[in-house]
């Protein structure tokens, strides 16, 4: 894997625990591929993401969007600060929000987003329990690029999972997130790859 010149800045968006957050920090800390992550911007003021960028020293910012009239107006701040830190390539790590077309036209090609299945099956919420609840025998993660339908553009990189007989929500969800923090910065290096020889 070739570093990128100039280096990298990566912005990520989470709403939730940030375990792919940090591990995306981690990876890149530990290869030497000029990557940065920036800034983390979350959407809910007491997420368990704002404790790991504490611990790992990465400057964050919480913008809530019950602050927000319009959807439009929280994501114009998001704008505000991915732009302010020189962000090229945004991650959605468990952003647990719609974003709407201006946004993804802004960054389009730069947006990737993370989900909890073997996509084009089990979009949107609740994947696992999708999964689960159709009695698949493979489930797994998708990393992909953003486009105007959910959880439907181009794929980036996928790890399958097998659902085991005594699988309920949470022990799936432990396995298909191992294989997600093993697969998310791979896939984030692509879509940075991709972007960066247009
Ligand atoms: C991840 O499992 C990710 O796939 C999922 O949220 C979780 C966030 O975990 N995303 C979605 O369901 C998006 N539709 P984390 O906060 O520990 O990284």
Avoid at 12 to 36: C, H, P, Q, W
Wanted: aromatic share 6%; proline share 4%; glycine share 4%.
């Amino acid at each position: 894997m070739e570093a990128f010149t100039p280096r990298l800045e990566i912005g990520v968006m989470a709403s939730g625990k940030g375990t792919n957050f940090e591990a995306l920090v981690n990876t890149y800390r530990s290869y030497d591929l000029n990557i940065n992550i920036s800034i983390l911007i979350v959407n809910k003021a007491n997420c368990e993401a704002i404790n790991r960028a504490k611990q790992l020293s990465i400057p964050y910012l919480i913008l809530d969007h019950k602050d927000f009239d319009t959807r439009e107006d929280h994501e114009e701040e998001i704008i505000k600060a991915l732009s302010k830190y020189n962000v090229e390539l945004i991650v959605m790590a468990g952003w647990m929000r719609i974003v709407t077309s201006k946004f993804i036209d802004t960054y389009e090609g730069r947006l990737v987003n993370i989900h909890p299945s073997l996509l084009p099956s089990f979009k949107g919420m609740n994947a696992v329990e999708q999964a689960l609840k159709a009695k698949v025998y493979i489930s797994g993660c998708s990393v992909h690029l953003v486009n105007s339908r959910v959880d439907s553009g181009p794929i980036l990189i996928q790890a399958a999972v097998p659902v085991l007989d005594n699988d309920n929500n949470s022990s799936l969800l432990v396995r298909i997130q191992e294989q997600e923090h093993r697969i998310l910065p791979i896939g984030v290096y692509l879509a940075a790859k991709r972007l960066r020889l247009k």
